[in-house]
């Protein structure tokens, strides 16, 4: 019995270990089979899972460089699993038809769908629920573009290609006409009629910004009527150089600066602002959304002091590294007891229990691109 109980302790840590670890040619086969679909874009899979990758902020503030290079960011090649697997309704014989229709070698769809499976298992409630919530909030658009295997990773024979296509539509039956797969026990909708949606003027995704270099490309893509040049501030109020202004003086006004090989900068100080972040982040969010975009409680700088409100500390978190700076502010400040607990020269973290009761908020934002 004894020589029983020491041999499991032996290889149960082993079978662990090969259940959450995954294996560097599994982890290049898809990121390089997800970069190649990534190219195609017009596909509700990608289009999912981008949103998401860019929700969450493990996309970063360029999203285009870590969709095609997730095998140089383990957190982020994690991340794209969970989105595919959410998108396929935490259901493994779905994931593992998305996963087919990547053209992944033959030998990489189970041990990727076993790890995917054994790591989020314990979030599918979860997961469900929130991407139910996405498309009642329009926080994904509800008609996406069709589910389809990209061109650009059609590389198998016609035969293996054939087949599967074929095993993709028995592993996901229940398909709806925008190509998004059906909750596990529901019924297709029917095709809805075509609608006009009425055309934005503008692209309102910040991500698009920092690949500008100069105010010219600003002009060109927002109006120069809507464009002003002024001396920026830092978030202590400080002047710091020049800046323009898109939008000045309106809930949308964000304020740029071109920094040359040191970044493009964007900062937001506006609540309802239409732009979408690139972490889901804006201005008036609670704290307890920031943390838990991080993933992490983290450290700020003491209230009415030098820096007062900013991140001191990410704690290793999501944004550690990303070029996001966040300034808070605390809306319920009246208590001079609660509120001397976080003010003065400190850092505090996040979790202190007088920071619950504050009512703190994103006061300030900026990205720089890195």
Same mark, same amino acid.
């Given at each position: 019995?004894?020589?029983?109980?020491a041999?499991?302790?032996?290889?149960?840590?082993?079978t662990?270990?090969a259940?959450?670890?995954?294996?560097?040619k599994l982890?290049?086969?898809f990121?390089?089979?997800?970069?190649?679909?990534?190219?195609?874009?017009?596909d509700?899979?990608?289009?999912?899972?981008t949103?998401?990758?860019s929700?969450?902020?493990?996309a970063?503030?360029?999203?285009?460089?870590t969709?095609?290079?997730?095998?140089?960011?383990?957190?982020?090649?994690? /991340?794209?699993?969970?989105f595919?697997?959410?998108?396929?309704?935490?259901?493994?014989?779905?994931?593992?038809?998305?996963?087919?229709?990547?053209?992944?070698? %033959?030998?990489?769809?189970?041990?990727? /769908?076993?790890?995917?499976?054994?790591?989020?298992?314990?979030? $599918?409630?979860?997961?469900?629920?929130?991407?139910?919530?996405?498309? #009642?909030?329009?926080?994904?658009?509800? $008609?996406l573009?069709?589910?389809?295997?990209?061109?650009?990773?059609?590389?198998?024979?016609?035969? @293996?290609?054939?087949? %599967?296509?074929?095993? #993709?539509?028995?592993?996901?039956?229940?398909?709806?006409?925008?190509?998004?797969?059906?909750?596990?026990?529901? $019924?297709?909708?029917?095709?809805?009629?075509? $609608?006009?949606?009425?055309?934005? @003027?503008?692209?309102?995704? +910040?991500?698009q910004?920092?690949k500008?270099?100069?105010?010219?490309?600003?002009?060109?893509?927002?109006?120069k009527?809507?464009?002003?040049?002024?001396?920026?501030?830092?978030?202590?109020?400080?002047?710091?150089?020049?800046?323009?202004?898109?939008?000045?003086?309106?809930?949308?006004?964000?304020i740029?600066?071109?920094?040359?090989?040191?970044?493009?900068?964007?900062?937001f100080?506006?609540?309802?602002?239409?732009?979408?972040?690139?972490?889901?982040?804006?201005?008036?969010?609670?704290?307890?959304?920031v943390?838990? +975009?991080?993933?992490?409680?983290?450290?700020?700088?003491g209230?009415?002091w030098?820096?007062?409100?900013?991140?001191?500390?990410?704690?290793?978190?999501?944004?550690?590294?990303?070029?996001?700076?966040?300034?808070?502010?605390?809306?319920? %400040?009246?208590?001079?007891?609660?509120y001397?607990?976080? #003010?003065?020269?400190?850092?505090v973290?996040?979790?202190?229990?007088a920071?619950?009761k504050?009512?703190?908020v994103?006061?300030?934002?900026?990205?720089?691109?890195?």
């Open positions: 019995m004894k020589r029983i109980i041999i499991l302790a032996f290889i149960l840590p082993l662990i270990q259940q959450t670890k995954l294996e560097d982890a290049e086969d990121s390089d089979k997800l970069a190649k679909r990534y190219e195609v874009r017009n509700s899979l990608i289009v999912f899972v949103e998401q990758m929700r969450s902020g493990a970063g503030l360029d999203i285009d460089k969709m095609t290079e997730l095998k140089k960011d383990p957190a982020a090649l994690d /991340a794209a699993l969970k595919i697997y959410q998108f396929s309704n935490g259901n493994r014989q779905q994931f593992i038809g998305h996963l087919r229709a990547m053209n992944l070698q %033959s030998n990489s769809v189970f041990p990727l /769908a076993t790890y995917t499976v054994n790591k989020f298992k314990g979030e $599918t409630k979860e997961l469900l629920e929130e991407k139910s919530s996405l498309y #009642t909030t329009g926080a994904i658009p509800a $008609t573009p069709p589910l389809q295997i990209a061109p650009a990773v059609a590389q198998n024979n016609t035969t @293996e290609s054939n087949s %599967s296509a074929s095993e #993709t539509s028995a592993a996901n039956p229940a398909t709806t006409a925008t190509g998004i797969p059906a909750e596990p026990g529901t $019924t297709p909708a029917a095709p809805a009629a075509p $609608t006009s949606p009425v055309a934005d @003027e503008f692209n309102w995704d +910040v991500r910004i920092f500008l270099t100069d105010v010219n490309q600003l002009y060109t893509m927002y109006g009527q809507n464009v002003e040049e002024r001396t920026a501030q830092d978030f202590q109020g400080n002047d710091d150089g020049t800046a323009f202004y898109v939008f000045p003086d309106t809930d949308n006004e964000m740029v600066q071109f920094n040359g090989a040191g970044g493009t900068s964007v900062t100080t506006k609540e309802n602002s239409k732009w979408k972040p690139p972490f889901g982040i804006k201005v008036g969010d609670p704290l307890d959304k943390v838990k +975009v991080n993933g992490r409680d983290f450290r700020i700088n209230f009415e030098d820096n007062g409100g900013q991140v001191a500390d990410w704690e290793g978190g999501a944004f550690a590294g990303k070029g996001v700076n966040i300034a808070f502010k605390a809306n319920n %400040s009246s208590d001079p007891k609660l001397d607990q976080v #003010t003065g020269d400190k850092k973290k996040t979790d202190a229990s920071m619950k504050l009512g703190v994103v006061e300030k934002i900026a990205f720089k691109s890195n």
